[in-house]
């Protein structure tokens, strides 16, 4: 698996004040941003071509990115009416075959990253230590396999909060992107990408690994931020190498010689 998608579209306006004017994807986590250190991990288990789906302060995000060379940008127009499901779909075009994707507000242990990439076929990370709050993404799974995904699960079906790392081989990412292209013809721009995940069903299975006592957080609120900069970052800063920090110098010598994406449609 060589590609990742990540969705980071939305304005993050629960942060409040906290967010500083940033999108959440660059909020500042140990030197670094979220999305730094999202790409970075990727690198880490082998991601080599990231798109990331930007909405809210776009440009600033794609001068940030502009040192990564292998990362693209898709733009999602409407963010601030739309959904995870509609940014999801705007990458459609530039996904070719298996590929990872991610909620651009996850900081979490690499760990998690490579449990679900060690899965064949269709996986999704789950915390079964978490989903008793009405904000959780929650799974139901029968054998290890997903069952429902939905915030509205009722408690007794609930097995844990879904992280928010999914992954799709080639005919799970067209079966995927075809339910999504259904639900957009049909006006539901505003849904969650698990929204499609659970109108699919048993028809797509999905392994769930629980990545339960490994560190991760979906940064929402205030108090998610927090828990990123002093708990998740701590425990995970070692094994997330900058690779900005790791360039070696050039040494000083004569002035080098230099030598001699697809548009998606805007309308739903």
């Not at 205030?222 to 425990?235: G, K, S, V």
Request: aromatic share 6%; net charge negative; with cysteine.
């Amino acid at each position: 698996m060589k590609q990742a998608v990540i969705l980071a579209a939305g304005t993050g306006s629960r942060l409040g004040r906290m967010a500083e004017g940033r999108p959440k994807c660059l909020q500042p986590i140990g030197g670094r941003t979220l999305l730094d250190l999202q790409l970075d991990i990727l690198a880490g288990v082998g991601i080599e071509e990231v798109c990331v789906v930007v909405g809210y302060q776009h440009e600033l995000i794609r001068r940030h990115l502009a040192k990564r060379p292998r990362c693209t940008t898709v733009e999602n127009p409407i963010y601030a009416e739309t959904n995870s499901l509609y940014s999801l779909w705007q990458a459609r075009h530039w996904i070719r075959g298996s590929f990872l994707c991610l909620n651009g507000d996850v900081i979490a242990h690499p760990d998690i990253f490579h449990r679900v990439l060690a899965v064949e076929g269709n996986a999704l990370a789950f915390d079964s230590a978490s989903g008793d709050e009405d904000e959780h993404m929650k799974v139901a799974t029968d054998g290890g396999v997903l069952q429902a995904i939905s915030k509205g699960l009722p408690a007794a079906r609930v097995r844990g909060e879904n992280v928010g790392l999914l992954q799709f081989d080639t005919p799970g990412a067209f079966r995927l992107l075809g339910q999504v292209s259904e639900m957009i013809a049909a006006g539901e721009v505003n849904s969650w990408v698990p929204a499609a995940l659970d109108r699919l069903g048993s028809s797509l299975p999905v392994r769930c690994v629980d990545i339960q006592g490994l560190p991760w957080v979906e940064v929402d609120f205030p108090q998610d931020l927090e828990l990123a900069r002093n708990r998740i970052w701590p425990a995970i800063a070692a094994l997330v190498p900058d690779p900005v920090a790791a360039r070696p110098a050039r040494a000083m010598g004569p002035p080098l010689q230099a030598p001699a994406f697809l548009q998606v449609p805007h309308a739903i």
